[in-house]
């Protein structure tokens, strides 16, 4: 009998020994990786990791983030991506069209979610916007579409202007396509283009020398992760010139553009954090609609304005969301 008892106390004693060791074990949290061209995330990043707080993710807590940034070298993006496979992150955020190729490329499984793409489903990343399938969803920019309305707006503001230098990258696919979108709105309201190619920071200074030469009359600058990192280099060419710029976000008007008109690049990150809670909560990428934008802002600079010495429209000043004074 007493045999019995010792056998069953140590029994219970290791079975609670068991239990007590599981419950001390850490938790694995998961992961989400983030994929970008550029050097950071500036304020849309900080904007998507309060989204994830809100949605009650916290990170260091119930979530860990890894970012992988290609400080300009796309060529780097696939072992960037690569990388974030091999740690098994639950979800990859990918940040613009060359980080998106980067990660489909690199995982067939792992959900990601795209910001900030031109087309995805154009460009092969998803079967269709309303029903993605595969691995992979998001938000789309449609900057293509909005294309011919920069231009509509320079036209309004300016309505001199005969000649826009446009500042675009032609190793980005998405920049080939909103180039073209730019040249058949450039054609419609009988304005000339004038193409400055940078495919690399060694191209900048080239291109500025040809817009100078050539004066143009106003500058669209086009999204991509090379142009975006050196946008106070851009910015400094269009004051020095007096040359009226129009972007495709409200960030770089804040740092000194003239203009801008597009969606929030913040909002666009928010609304990413969203697509990663469901994902994280057991939803397929497959079942989840690629997101347009909703609402596109029209930002203007008069401090810019009065630097570069133009007067902007009270018929284009009433149309701002925001004016920067």
């Given amino acids: 009998m007493n045999k ?20 001390q074990q850490p938790k694995k949290i ?3 990786g983030l994929l970008v061209g550029g ?7 900080a904007a998507f990791r ?17 970012s992988r940034l290609a400080e300009v070298s796309l060529d780097r993006l696939p072992q960037l991506a690569a990388e974030l496979v091999r740690l098994n992150v639950a979800v990859i955020v990918a940040d613009g069209d060359p980080a998106a190729r980067a990660a489909k490329q690199s995982t067939r499984t792992i959900p990601i979610v795209l910001i900030a793409v031109c087309d995805p489903a154009t460009e092969g990343l998803v079967a269709s916007l309303a029903r993605p399938g595969g691995n992979i969803t998001g938000l789309t920019s449609i900057s293509e579409e909005l294309s011919g309305k920069r231009l509509e707006f320079i036209k309004e503001a300016f309505p001199k202007a005969r000649r826009v230098a446009v ?16 040249g058949a709105a450039a054609k419609a309201l009988g304005l000339k283009l004038q193409s400055l190619e940078a495919r690399s920071a060694d191209d900048f200074k080239g291109a500025f020398a040809v817009g100078a030469r050539d004066r143009a009359n106003a500058l669209i600058v086009v999204r991509d992760p090379l142009i975006d990192t050196d946008h106070f280099q851009i910015l400094d060419f ?6 009226p710029s ?19 690049r913040v909002e666009l990150f ?17 079942d989840l609609p690629v997101e347009r934008p909703m609402k596109f802002e029209l930002v203007i600079n008069l401090k810019t304005a009065k630097q570069i010495g133009v007067t902007i429209p009270q018929s284009v000043l009433y149309r701002a969301d925001k004016v920067i004074k």
């Avoid at 269009?238 to 040359?243: F, T």
């Avoid at 129009?246 to 929030?264: C, I, K």
């Fill in 4 to 23: 019995k008892i010792v056998v069953s106390l140590l029994a219970t004693s290791l079975l609670a020994s068991f239990y007590f060791a599981e419950a």
């Fill in 30 to 32: 998961p992961t989400v």
């Fill in 39 to 45: 050097r950071g995330f500036g304020t849309a990043g």
């Fill in 50 to 66: 309060k989204a994830l707080r809100e949605l009650g993710w916290i990170e260091g807590k119930n979530i860990a983030i890894e």
């Fill in 167 to 182: 500042l675009w990258n032609p190793a980005n696919s998405s920049n080939v396509v909103e180039f073209r979108e730019i």
């Fill in 238 to 243: 269009a004051v020095v010139n007096r040359l």
């Fill in 246 to 264: 129009m972007h495709g976000d409200a960030e770089f008007v804040e740092a000194g553009g003239l203009m801008s008109y597009g969606p929030s």
């Fill in 270 to 286: 928010a609304r990413a954090a969203i697509y990663v809670d469901k994902i994280l909560k057991g939803a397929k990428p497959a």
